[in-house]
């Protein structure tokens, strides 16, 4: 087994398997809980007598919670210790999904899935910082494209798990099996990963109450907008608050001393362009699914573990092609598979938009699913490359969680937005109603996606040059107390 050749001399060498193990197990546990409940919100719906809103909310606590504390978790890595936090992470998503696993109401799984996301917080980013801090430039690429492929694997087999355990048990083992996961990826962490640091400055408190507060304003707004009405007070103030508090959280970081979100990284036109990217590829493409599992049991009166099976085609495939595609994008570059991946999502989701009916036929749903699964497979490592591409070391982890707030946020205004169309289009739980009030949410997605798409030609193009350059650059990154003052704009 290859062993890794670390920047510095004092860090430790771990086979490059094991190494991929360690920062890779937590993140497929933490992905595998975005989708994994998708199948379980029919059931919740009759177990629990849980609302829409409620639905809405098993989904966006998480997502929310997770969006709100990435980046406050990537600063206490850099201060702290990357693997001490990833590990505590790991602990805090563990004990939340046992709380989940207990909940007896809405209110109890929605608090419980809140808690579950402040641990994906500090899984996720700090995952793909540990994993490029602990492989030399050469072989990055392909660590992040096999990171991409296990991220894939848990979007692939989320709502199958979910259907399977929910088939053969019911839905609190959804939450039961990420105990044992938890268990054995703490000890591995600990064992394999080197214990990172970046700039130990103080945590941008204010910072982070600014922006937690600001996201959540805003997607409270449009979650209530349909049933308190667009034109409400309550509503129009709600957003209002929203944008405030962002606007006041950005002009705050460019006073912080130890900004959460240094403003500097997006001087860096892939960096920039890959977070716009990843937000609109995080809203279309989610929020169109939370909606598409729903359609495959109400309409097409699937149990959940069928649904998760007729998904394969499309959930399956970035399992095999992301990590073909990390390989690929030091030769053909992050932009032209970005931009390919993108286009074929957003024709995908027009073709099963155009497509939906109360009677349509499931072998009418594989090609489009097929191409809605390779899209995404061409995005997941290509983006995951071309956000970390001309950044040192040192910045990985505040990048990282400024890249995975970007799509957390996707996910949650994604399926807000899209439900609230679905809800004004005067969707219910029944066939006939729920095809025609899906139909226009899923074509928003897809117009999304196609828009993502044209942004991702102002990509550079992205070729990698793995040379001796280029691992100098990362050793003095990671030697660097501080960040660097300019970054190249490539």
């Not at 029919?42 to 609302?51: K, Q, T, Y």
């Not at 705050?252 to 920039?272: E, V, Y």
């Not at 030609?457 to 001796?468: E, F, I, R, S, Y």
Request: aromatic letters at 8%; a neutral charge; charged letters at 10%.
């Amino acid at each position: 087994m290859t062993e890794i050749s670390m920047a510095a001399g004092s860090r430790r060498a771990r086979p490059f398997a094991l190494v991929l193990a360690a920062a890779s197990l937590p993140m497929f546990m933490a992905t595998l809980d975005n989708l994994v409940m998708t199948n379980a919100l029919p059931v919740l719906h009759r177990d629990m007598g849980a609302s829409v809103e409620e639905l809405q909310w098993f989904v966006n606590a998480y997502t929310l919670a997770f969006a709100g504390a990435i980046l406050v978790a990537s600063a206490l890595g850099d201060r702290f210790g990357r693997r001490t936090v990833f590990a505590i992470g790991i602990a805090v998503f563990g004990a939340g999904s046992v709380f989940a696993a207990l909940s007896g109401d809405p209110g109890q799984l929605i608090a419980a899935r809140a808690l579950q996301g402040l641990g994906a917080a500090g899984v996720m980013p700090l995952s793909l910082a540990l994993l490029s801090g602990a492989v030399p430039p050469a072989r990055r690429p392909l660590a992040i494209g096999i990171w991409g492929g296990v991220s894939g694997l848990g979007v692939a087999v989320g709502p199958l798990v979910g259907g399977a355990i929910m088939e053969g048990w019911n839905w609190q083992a959804i939450f039961w099996i990420n105990v044992p996961v938890a268990i054995v990826a703490i000890p591995l962490a600990l064992v394999v990963l080197n214990n990172d640091f970046g700039a130990r400055a103080r945590i941008d408190v204010p910072g982070a109450v600014l922006a937690a507060a600001g996201v959540l304003a805003l997607v409270h707004a449009i979650v209530r907008g349909n049933d308190d009405g667009w034109d409400s007070v309550s509503v129009i103030a709600e957003i209002a608050l929203g944008a405030v508090l962002i606007a006041a959280f950005l002009f705050w970081q460019t006073r912080a001393k130890a900004p959460l979100m240094p403003l500097r990284l997006f001087r860096d036109r892939s960096f920039s362009i890959t977070n716009v990217v990843g937000f609109a590829f995080s809203f279309g493409t989610f929020g169109a699914v939370f909606l598409l599992i729903q359609y495959l049991q109400v309409v097409g009166g699937s149990s959940p573990l069928e649904a998760a099976v007729q998904t394969t085609p499309w959930t399956l495939a970035p399992m095999f092609v992301a990590p073909i595609a990390g390989l690929l994008a030091p030769r053909v570059g992050t932009r032209l598979l970005l931009v390919l991946g993108l286009a074929l999502q957003g024709v995908a989701l027009t073709w099963i938009a155009a497509v939906m009916s109360t009677d349509v036929d499931y072998p009418a749903l594989i090609a489009p699913f097929v191409m809605a699964g390779v899209g995404m497979a061409l995005v997941f490592a290509p983006s995951a490359t071309a956000l970390l591409a001309t950044l040192g070391l040192v910045n990985h982890a505040k990048a990282s969680g400024v890249n995975s707030t970007v799509r957390e946020l996707g996910v949650a205004l994604g399926t807000a937005v899209m439900t609230a169309i679905f809800v004004g289009a005067g969707g219910e739980l029944m066939p006939d109603l729920y095809v025609d009030a899906a139909r226009p949410a899923v074509f928003t997605g897809a117009a999304v996606l196609f828009a993502a798409t044209i942004v991702a030609l102002w990509l550079p193009a992205g070729k990698t040059v793995t040379d001796a350059a280029a691992e100098a650059s990362v050793t003095a990154g990671a030697a660097s107390p501080e960040p660097e003052p300019e970054l190249a704009a490539r």
